[in-house]
């Protein structure tokens, strides 16, 4: 999947759970805090583009690392502490660590499949501290063909009948037959006109904007917007398209976030402070 890097990135010593840090704005615009999901096989320093992104927007940013995140470890089943099986139980464990770790107001920015996660995090959650969730490339429906997908373009297996059975082992590690339901429940769980930006890639190899569509079929009930690219693939709107990706999320932002407070100093007059 999409690996972005940037080298000049400098990650601050702010730890939080699994490897987690924050990344403060140094002109902070807003009270909430963007928490960050990567992609599966990617890490925090993938999300670079987006934590630079969020700073200048006026917001801290947070990333952490995600557990079940590469192929050589599907071998060791996907438990989380209370013993949930499966991807997405892991990773809505880890995300809602990170989530209660903050005091402020959040806003979850997920990228592909892991984006399951934080909908199963988000609802089961019972503070009411998660404001908005943006969704880039997923997460999504039909996973059997998303996985094949996969394996095909980004693990190139170019045997059929290997790529078949790894697919469907991977289907089985993230939920199986229990995966669509598990994630419908949720989404009926969320609150009435919850703001969700869906973003979705017109020539994604891997991830079909149906498979999305599907996904969230039975949002009616959020307030859902979709923010269509057709000119990039799979996870490419921030590199190839930055101006208008960034104008877009800048304006779901707004829409949902609190201007920050300004120091006294800032907001006291000269007459005031002559005084």
């Not at 924050?22 to 960050?36: C, G, N, P, Q, T």
């Amino acid at each position: 999947m999409a690996n972005i890097k940037n080298p000049e990135m400098k990650m601050p010593e702010e730890p939080l759970p699994h490897s987690g840090f924050r990344r403060r704005a140094s002109l902070k615009k807003y009270e909430e805090v963007i928490v960050f999901v990567h992609h599966f096989g990617g890490s925090p320093i993938a999300l670079a583009r987006h934590l630079l992104l969020a700073n200048e927007m006026g917001f801290d940013a947070v990333a952490f690392q995600l557990k079940f995140n590469r192929i050589r470890l599907m071998q060791f089943p996907p438990l989380t502490r209370n013993f949930r099986f499966g991807g997405p139980e892991v990773w809505a464990e880890q995300i809602s660590d990170i989530l209660s770790s903050i005091p402020e107001r959040k806003v979850l920015f997920t990228l592909s499949s892991p984006g399951s996660g934080a909908l199963l995090s988000i609802a089961r959650r019972n503070p009411q501290d998660v404001v908005g969730w943006i969704c880039d490339g997923g997460p999504f429906a039909q996973i059997q063909r998303c996985l094949w997908n996969l394996f095909t373009h980004e693990y190139t297996v170019t045997n059929p009948v290997t790529r078949i059975v790894k697919a469907r082992f991977a289907v089985q590690l993230l939920g199986g037959k229990r995966y669509k339901k598990t994630c419908d429940d949720a989404l009926a769980q969320l609150p009435p006109r919850f703001p969700i930006l869906s973003i979705r890639a017109w020539k994604d190899k891997l991830v079909p904007m149906q498979a999305i569509e599907e996904f969230f079929a039975g949002a009616n009930h959020l307030q859902l917007e979709v923010f269509s690219m057709p000119e990039v693939g799979h996870l490419q709107g921030l590199s190839r398209s930055p101006k208008e990706y960034k104008l877009r999320v800048q304006k779901f932002l707004q829409g949902i976030s609190t201007p920050a407070k300004r120091p006294k100093s800032e907001s006291t007059g000269p007459r005031e402070r002559d005084q």
